[in-house]
């Protein structure tokens, strides 16, 4: 049974999610296997969408990203991390 918890993450880590950290700063990938790894052994990342339209659940805010920590104000996505 794997374990989640409820995020929301800047747009940086929701590529990261999608492509595994390919045309992403390698600074900015550090930060974001970092904060994986705070929560613990294993894990992941996981984006929420829309069922109907596909679309990324979320809007902005001053909030920082709950994954790498990044304080700048933007667009957070809902998401979750699970791991095992």
């Known amino acids: 049974m794997k374990l989640q918890e409820k995020v929301q993450v800047c747009v940086e880590c929701v590529q990261y999610s999608a492509n ?4 992403i700063d390698p600074q900015k ?7 994986l790894n705070s929560y613990g052994t294993g894990a992941e990342f996981h984006y929420i969408t829309d ?4 679309e990324l659940s979320g809007g902005f805010s001053w909030s920082p990203c709950d994954v790498c920590g990044d304080t700048l104000g933007g667009d957070r996505f809902d998401g979750f991390v699970m791991w095992l």
């Not at 069922?51 to 596909?54: D, K, L, M, P, R």
Request: aromatic share 0%; proline share 0%.
């Open 20 to 23: 595994g950290g390919a045309e």
């Open 29 to 35: 990938v550090a930060e974001i296997q970092a904060g």
């Open 51 to 54: 069922s109907e339209t596909g």
